[in-house]
């Protein structure tokens, strides 16, 4: 089977331009996680949906910041416009079972995003 | 969401068992007890997740003490690709948690040949 798939695996871009990540979570699964990993901060939670509806976006870090879900096999998270401090590795994550639920989430293997 | 305490760091011989250690003294009545590893440059991996019973998969055995205040993953026969971060976490699966994770600084594995 396959498991969650993220694009582009690796993103160089120049500050100030419009970055877009890209999330096909595993079919069947109803919720939808994106992270961002630094050293700094470590693994944080930045937005949560569950059938295509964004549940959590307290851990989206500023308006810069925007993720959409337009159907249950895509989501996108986008920056506009991105500045050096945003480069991190940034994952998602899917999970069956709607908002109650104790089942695994299963991570993509993310995206390295570096501004320069 | 409670909080859990690791070893920082934890060495294992390969082929013997790896027992990692989790406390989590504070944890609710409805929190899970979830672990993950991340090995380096991958996205973290679902190893085995238990409520009050210990569990076990093909990957690993999770053991909970029965006053629920700590934990141990076991993975019985260590080889050099288990060499990761391994985060213990708690989650409650409803409420206003919607079984969200947070990670936190994990145990860093090394397994030696």
């Known amino acids: 089977d396959a498991g969650v798939i993220q694009s582009p695996r690796h993103e160089v871009t120049e500050m100030g331009q419009e970055v877009t990540l890209r999330c096909k979570p595993i079919?069947?699964?109803?919720?939808l996680f994106w992270y961002r990993q630094t050293m700094m901060r470590g693994l944080e939670l930045l937005i949560y949906?569950?059938?295509?509806?964004?549940?959590?976006d307290s851990g989206m870090p500023e308006d810069r910041f925007s993720a959409k879900m337009p159907n249950a096999s895509f989501s996108t998270l986008k920056i506009q416009p991105s500045e050096p401090r945003d480069s991190a590795v940034y994952f998602c994550a899917s999970r069956s079972g709607g908002t109650v639920s104790n089942q695994p989430q299963h991570f993509g293997d993310g995206t390295r995003l570096s501004i320069l | 969401d409670a909080k859990t305490t690791q070893p920082p760091s934890m060495d294992c011989a390969e082929g013997r068992a790896a027992n990692l250690p989790c406390n989590h003294s504070?944890?609710?009545?409805?929190?899970?007890v979830y672990w993950y590893r991340q090995i380096h440059s991958q996205g973290p991996q679902y190893i085995i997740h238990?409520?009050?019973n210990n569990e076990t998969n093909e990957m690993a055995s999770l053991i909970i003490t029965e006053d629920r205040k700590s934990s141990t993953l076991i993975l019985p026969h260590a080889t050099l690709r288990d060499t990761a971060v391994y985060y213990c976490i708690l989650s409650n699966a409803g409420g206003t948690s919607y079984g969200k994770l947070t990670f936190g600084q994990g145990t860093i594995l090394t397994v030696h040949p």
């Open positions: 079919s069947g699964h109803n919720s």
């Open positions: 504070t944890i609710s009545g409805n929190e899970y």
């Open positions: 238990g409520l009050k």
């Open positions: 949906f569950n059938n295509n509806v964004p549940i959590d």
